[in-house]
């Protein structure tokens, strides 16, 4: 018997039968990978070599007067944000499964611009699909993933923005599923991509806490990090989930809160929260910032919120554009709208030893907020 | 004779179009239950499920025009949903109004065959899918297998599904329930080269699109030229044969 079905649990697999056997091949490739040193030497080595990993932990001392808040710096990773640490993991699953095309989504490219760099690095045929309305307003990256050989497809129907783009690259899939890899982005989908996606991204919250360690003798008061799909904050909660003392906290932006005012439906392939009406119709979600402009969200937090182990809060397009500004002026780091959201909260939440995860550089936005 | 299906949205129009369909030859209308989300479409019945929920098609709506479908025709009605309209309706209670209604049985287009067990339904395999799970879906299947013909969406091709053939085969070396063959059949050339190993087609976007260009009339001229295309075709080279005319369609 199935542990998710409809109606009960989260996760699950909820996709045409057509897609069930390269489910079936992914989870074994990945146990293999999993259960082999030379995986987890490559990927060490081009987190280190190629990525830059380990990424540091700042102090923002002006940002935070009187409190230790520190800043894991993602946004300092090769190509601008966190997204890349998963596209490396399943780049080179691609390859072990055989496939040399490989089909991505991105809202506000941060995880197009990464897919496009590791199918330059390891010589694959790369597609993109793109809502028309976040190809406008993140032009930027646009014009990097055509110069790291990617195809960029814009997405013209529906609402144009990734939760569009994700029905369009599964689509393809589909239609190419003997051929090509599906590298999603965020730990949502069937599974197991949910699982793969936050493991590849278990290395910030492993390293935050080493380093916080080092840097205070223990363990943060509270982690906070933005979610939209949820997969930087998974990353993060992950290393923390077994620490009572530790205070979790999600963000997510106010009109694309999924966990904050959802309900459980089925999206993408999984069953969790999303923005759904009563008839199980999926609603349109609205954020400032293109990464978080998503109706749905991963399945392990919507057990993360169940259990109570991670507190769920919201943020405002103000709210962002407030830290926006606030981190570039009192720090000299321009950080992404998204985690501007969870630098938002994490002023506010009543703790002295914070770690707040930067998941990306904000050069993207800057259209955006200068307008 | 070969069984010929035919997929309509849910509308207002949906009782006049079914008894325009069955009057021109089908054998059986599936009836779309719209999703905002649609993973298993392509463009064409996308957009009609976009249209279809703007005019307020909701699983109330969609069953209120089935059963006004049910008094005009007397072939089976299938209703077609996704996973989060069933489960915001309830499972249970969508099979028993449905059934109230006077559909006969229902398919998932989001639901693999190792799933819900208990909801009685139409499953569907693959090219892909491996030969045990066909085996699993014929057990489960509710009167007849429908074949994803393609790898890949709803929506018409140019060409014959060149995978057809031998997913008929796998599946005819495990089973004897009738074999639908949908997605990617759309004109009567196809129609007919599926005909002749499954025991019938499923004609979705082009019925569609027949409807959008041509109105009843559109519907009415392209069922009947499926229907003539199925009738000329030559009898099914790989099927079981005998066993399947018993089936419920």
């Known amino acids: ?371 | 004779m070969s069984r010929l299906a035919i997929y309509l949205m849910a509308s207002r129009e949906l009782p006049v179009l079914a008894e325009v369909a069955v009057e021109a030859g089908a054998d059986l209308v599936e009836v779309g239950f719209p999703h905002s989300d649609p993973l298993a479409d392509g463009p064409v019945i996308r957009r009609a499920a976009e249209r279809a929920l703007a005019e307020g098609m909701g699983v109330g709506a969609c069953l209120e025009v089935l059963a006004e479908a049910r008094r005009r025709v007397h072939v089976p009605l299938v209703p077609m949903t996704y996973s989060a309209v069933l489960e915001a309706y309830g499972p249970d209670r969508f099979a028993e109004d449905a059934r109230g209604a006077g559909a006969s049985s229902v398919i998932v287009a989001d639901l693999p065959s190792d799933a819900m067990h208990g909801l009685s339904r139409i499953h569907l395999v693959a090219p892909t899918t491996p030969t045990a799970r066909i085996r699993l879906a014929a057990e489960r299947t509710d009167g007849w297998l429908y074949l994803v013909s393609v790898t890949g969406t709803t929506g018409a091709r140019s060409e014959s599904p060149p995978l057809l053939p031998s997913l008929v085969r796998r599946a005819r070396e495990v089973t004897r329930v009738p074999l639908l063959a949908g997605f990617g059949i759309g004109t009567p050339a196809q129609a007919a080269a599926a005909a002749g190993v499954a025991d019938g087609v499923v004609v979705g976007s082009r019925a569609i699109e027949a409807v959008e260009e041509g109105g009843d009339e559109g519907l009415r001229a392209l069922v009947a030229a499926l229907r003539d295309a199925l009738d000329a075709a030559p009898e099914m080279s790989v099927s079981g044969g005998g066993a399947s005319r018993a089936s419920p369609i």
């Open chain 1, 1 to 371: 018997m199935l542990t998710v079905e409809i109606g009960r649990g989260f996760g699950g697999r909820f996709v045409p039968e057509t897609l069930i056997p390269a489910l079936d091949e992914l989870v074994e490739a990945w146990a293999e990978a999993r259960a082999d040193p030379g995986f987890h030497a490559e990927l060490a080595h081009l987190g280190r070599a190629y990525a830059g990993r380990p990424t540091p932990l700042f102090r923002a001392e002006r940002l935070a007067p009187g409190r230790r808040l520190y800043l894991k710096r993602e946004d300092l990773l090769h190509t601008g944000a966190h997204k890349l640490n998963n596209a490396l993991g399943q780049g080179l699953l691609a390859r072990r499964l055989g496939k040399d095309r490989v089909v991505a989504e991105t809202g506000a490219g941060q995880h197009g611009v990464a897919v496009a760099a590791v199918c330059a690095l390891l010589g694959l045929e790369c597609v993109v699909y793109m809502g028309e309305e976040d190809v406008r307003r993140q032009h930027p990256n646009v014009e990097r993933m055509g110069l790291l050989g990617a195809e960029v497809r814009s997405v013209t129907h529906g609402t144009r923005t990734l939760r569009e783009a994700v029905s369009e690259a599964i689509r393809d899939w589909i239609g190419r599923v003997r051929d090509t890899h599906y590298l999603i982005g965020s730990c949502v989908g069937p599974e197991p991509y949910p699982d793969v996606v936050a493991t590849l991204q278990e290395a910030i919250g492993r390293e935050a806490r080493d380093q916080v360690l080092a840097a205070e003798g223990r363990l943060p008061d509270a982690v906070v990090a933005c979610v939209g799909g949820g997969s930087n904050a998974i990353g993060l909660f992950r290393a923390f989930l077994e620490d009572p003392g530790v205070r979790l906290v999600g963000v997510e932006a106010e009109g694309a809160a999924s966990l904050s005012r959802g309900r459980p439906a089925v999206l993408h392939g999984a069953r969790s929260y999303a923005l759904a009406d009563a008839e199980g119709q999926i609603l349109d979600a609205h954020s400032v910032s293109a990464g978080l402009d998503y109706p749905g969200v991963g399945p392990e937090h919507a057990r993360l919120r169940e259990s109570g182990r991670v507190e769920y809060l919201t943020a405002s397009d103000e709210d962002a554009l407030g830290a926006f500004r606030l981190l570039s002026r009192t720090e000299g780091i321009i950080p992404a709208l998204e985690p501007a959201h969870a630098i938002a909260r994490a002023l506010e939440v009543d703790a002295d030893l914070v770690v707040v995860g930067l998941s990306g550089r904000g050069d993207k936005d800057l259209g955006t907020v200068l307008g």
